[in-house]
Structure formats: C-alpha cells, structure tokens
C-alpha cells in the first residue's frame, strides 16, 4: 500500500485520484455488463462500490474547486 506521509495534497494528486477512481468505476460497470451470470448479490456489491466511488469523487471535486477558489483571492 502506498502512503504519502509527508506530502502534500496538491491539485495534480487529487486530479491523479479522480482518474484512477474514474477507471476503476468504469471497470466494475463494464464487469456488470459483460457478467451475465452476476447474482443480485454481487451486482448490489458492486452497485454500491460505484455509488461510493461517485460520492468521493464528486468531492474531490468539491475540494479542488475550492482550493482554487482560495489560491484566487489569496
């Protein structure tokens, strides 16, 4: 696992995050759609981790917009 103590959490580190959320979101959609044997249990895991992956990513979102907001008027 990879720690980043000690460094900070820049724009191009969130931006980093964002997209290897975005692909690991796309991977489970195409796992759903390409796993027709998928029982409604998996498929309901699987539902849950994408409905997760979208809440941290539209908060990560929400922190870039404003740090940049913040750089702006500083």
Partial sequence: MNFNFGRDITEQYLVKIYDDLQ???????NGIKTDVDCNPKQHTAITKQITCINSINLNILKLNNIRKKLGDSC
């Fill in 23 to 29: 692909q690991e979101q796309l991977r489970l959609m």
